[in-house]
């Protein structure tokens, strides 16, 4: 089946400390792979998303590079901010089917001043 | 404003006492969907629907009804609430299925005592 791990949280950092996320995936078919972002008290927002092997995607220095030979998308950010303490999910969508997001569990990160 | 609106953002009610939670788009989405977010258990997709009059369960349909009668309206019904359906429920919505962004719901706190 179709599932995606991610590291258990939760993370705690420092403001202006490098961060990464590891995110790993298994999938039967050719999968998209997004990271989604839950601020305190809201839904969760796309931060970014990859299509096709080796492409990266970003979004408020963000970074995330769809690796297929390790089935892997891992979150990174080179300087935290506190602005930056939220839940992150990797999820993955396989084209055909219901289409339906697989979710990983989810990493709190909190980032302190 | 793009968005995606649920109804009530809070609830709390009893065992067996009927509820329904709206759940509306503006953004003329074909795709909705529902899902719980749990402790440890990440979100999970109770029901979702690939366009008007058309739905189908998800991973965790037991105790959830749906319906999809106008394509911005896509309301979560539990007939007989129960304890175990305390729970964050997020409504989402995507221009189509597939590798589309899924846009989220601010999200229902629900209580069943």
């Known amino acids: 089946g179709n599932s995606v791990t991610q590291m258990e949280g939760p993370v705690t950092l420092s403001e202006e400390a490098f961060l990464t996320i590891n995110c790993t995936y298994t999938a039967t078919g050719y999968p998209s792979l997004f990271w989604y972002v839950q601020y305190p008290g809201e839904g969760l927002q796309l931060l970014l998303k990859?299509?096709?092997?080796?492409d990266k995607g970003s979004n408020k220095g963000f970074e995330a590079t769809y690796r297929k030979e390790t089935t892997s998308f891992h979150l990174e950010k080179g300087s935290v901010q506190v602005s930056d303490s939220a839940v992150y999910f990797c999820a993955l969508s396989i084209q055909g089917g219901s289409e339906k997001l697989v979710f990983g569990k989810g990493t709190k990160l909190t980032v302190n001043p | 404003e793009a968005q995606v609106t649920q109804n009530p953002r809070y609830l709390i009610t009893v065992t067996g006492k009927k509820l329904t939670v709206t759940c509306s788009q503006n953004m003329n989405h074909e795709y909705m969907s529902w899902y719980r977010q749990d402790p440890g258990l990440g979100l999970r997709q109770i029901y979702y629907?690939?366009?008007?009059?058309?739905?189908d369960k998800g991973d965790v349909p037991e105790g959830y009804k749906v319906s999809r009668k106008e394509k911005r309206n896509f309301p979560l019904i539990l007939e007989s609430p129960s304890p175990n359906q305390t729970s964050l429920y997020f409504c989402?919505?995507?221009?189509?299925?597939?590798?589309?962004?899924?846009?989220f719901g601010p999200g229902t706190r629900l209580t069943v005592t």
């Open positions: 629907s690939m366009n008007v009059e058309v739905t």
């Open positions: 990859a299509t096709k092997a080796d």
């Open positions: 989402a919505s995507s221009l189509r299925q597939g590798r589309y962004e899924q846009y």
